[in-house]
């Protein structure tokens, strides 16, 4: 059990494009998700944390307005880079978490998206 | 906020023996510590984590020790095997239901070695 998946795996777009990342909880409900990005040989930076049905709340640094992130329902999150530059080709991570359980803690992570901005 | 510390970043060691990886922290409020296992381009996965009720927990040949005083704790493997190699990642988080979130160490690159 506990399986998050992402889609897409990898994706590679030209420079002033917007991309969107989807993240599912295919098998609980995800009361929180976080998303993560990861530089190479790094390690996870956390980029904002969406509860379902409110705004994400971004980490210190994090443009808001250019990572949008909505959280509609208990299994589906998405993160979406607007105008994406060269700079923000980097591993995207997202992780989810049911916090009314007993592991409460525990956060599942997806298997990724690499993003290159051509 | 929280900061996590780890040591060392990278770590060689022949297979058989064992290796330990260590994490500070530093707000004291922290009380759940999980550690993760990171291939190549492969997601994080959990090998153990301990909450701050216990000082020690075991799975298999896998420890986890947590000195709450000192505010640090510590990733035992014995008896290492070449697919234990990986980047191992500690974590620390509040265990306050929605307002949690984990922050990381800056990750350990482990090679085992033949």
């Known amino acids: 059990g506990a399986v998050v998946s992402q889609h897409p795996s990898r994706v590679i777009c030209k420079s002033g494009t917007s991309v969107k990342i989807e993240c599912r909880s295919l098998d609980f409900q995800a009361t929180t998700m976080f998303w993560y990005r990861q530089f190479p040989k790094k390690s996870l930076m956390l980029m904002a944390t969406s509860n379902e049905g409110s705004k994400a709340t971004y980490e210190q640094g994090v443009e808001k307005d250019k990572f949008l992130i909505n959280h509609a329902s208990l299994t589906l999150s998405t993160l979406t880079v607007t105008s994406a530059h060269p700079e923000d080709s980097s591993f995207y991570i997202c992780?989810?978490?049911?916090?009314?359980?007993?592991?409460?803690?525990?956060?599942?992570f997806g298997p990724g998206t690499r993003l290159t901005v051509l | 906020g929280e900061n996590v510390e780890q040591h060392p970043s990278t770590l060689s060691v022949q297979e058989g023996d064992s290796a330990v990886i260590k994490c500070t922290y530093s707000?004291?409020?922290?009380?759940?510590f999980p550690w993760y296992k990171q291939e190549l381009g492969k997601r994080p996965q959990l090998i153990i984590d301990?909450?701050?009720?216990?000082g020690e927990k075991k799975d298999q040949r896998i420890a986890v020790t947590l000195n709450k005083t000192a505010k640090h704790f510590s990733l035992h493997i014995t008896e290492t095997q070449p697919e234990d190699s990986a980047v191992y990642f500690c974590a620390a988080s509040r265990a306050t239901g929605t307002a949690s979130k984990l922050t990381f160490g800056t990750g350990t690159r482990l090679q085992v070695t033949l």
């Open positions: 301990i909450r701050s009720n216990v």
């Open positions: 707000d004291s409020a922290s009380n759940y």
């Open positions: 992780s989810a978490r049911d916090d009314r359980g007993q592991n409460y803690n525990e956060q599942f």
